[in-house]
C-alpha cells in the first residue's frame, strides 16, 4: 500500500532532522508559538516548554538587521512573501542551504 504525500513528507522531515543539526530562526518559534495557542489551546507552560525544546533540540538563529536587509532583497528579486523571505534570509546567514518540503520536490 503506498504511502501518502504527508505520510512520505512526515518520513523525510524525520530523517533530515536525524540527519542534521536544525537550524531555526526565532521567526518560526514565534509562528508555531502563535498557532498552537491559538489553535491547539496551548497553556503557557506548555510554550515555554515548547521553546526551550526549540532551544535544547536546534540550532535558533536570532533576526539581525543583515537578515532582515537580505530578506528585503529576497522580496524584491524574487517576489516572495514577508515570512518565506525572512525563513530564506536567516537560512543563508545561517550558512543553510534551503529546501523545505513545501517547495522541495524530491520525488
Same mark, same amino acid.
Given at each position: 500500500?503506498?504511502?501518502?504525500?504527508?505520510?512520505?513528507?512526515?518520513?523525510?522531515?524525520?530523517?533530515?532532522?536525524? %540527519?542534521?543539526?536544525? $537550524? &531555526?530562526?526565532?521567526?518560526?518559534?514565534?509562528?508555531?508559538?502563535?498557532?498552537? *495557542? /491559538?489553535?491547539?489551546?496551548?497553556?503557557?507552560?506548555?510554550?515555554?516548554?515548547?521553546?526551550?525544546?526549540?532551544? %535544547?533540540?536546534?540550532? $535558533? &538563529?536570532?533576526?539581525?538587521?543583515?537578515?532582515?536587509?537580505?530578506?528585503?532583497? *529576497? /522580496?524584491?528579486?524574487?517576489?516572495?512573501?514577508?515570512?518565506?523571505?525572512?525563513?530564506?534570509?536567516?537560512?543563508?546567514?545561517?550558512?543553510?542551504? &534551503?529546501?523545505?518540503?513545501?517547495?522541495?520536490?524530491?520525488?
Amino acid at each position: 500500500m503506498p504511502l501518502s504525500d504527508d505520510t512520505n513528507k512526515s518520513e523525510r522531515a524525520r530523517t533530515l532532522i536525524q %540527519e542534521s543539526e536544525p $537550524v &531555526v530562526s526565532v521567526q518560526v518559534i514565534n509562528e508555531v508559538r502563535v498557532n498552537l *495557542l /491559538r489553535r491547539a489551546n496551548f497553556t503557557e507552560d506548555q510554550i515555554r516548554q515548547l521553546i526551550k525544546s526549540f532551544y %535544547e533540540k536546534c540550532r $535558533v &538563529v536570532e533576526l539581525a538587521e543583515s537578515c532582515l536587509l537580505a530578506a528585503s532583497q *529576497l /522580496r524584491q528579486r524574487y517576489s516572495l512573501s514577508f515570512w518565506d523571505s525572512t525563513i530564506m534570509a536567516t537560512a543563508s546567514t545561517a550558512g543553510v542551504p &534551503v529546501c523545505t518540503l513545501k517547495i522541495c520536490n524530491t520525488d
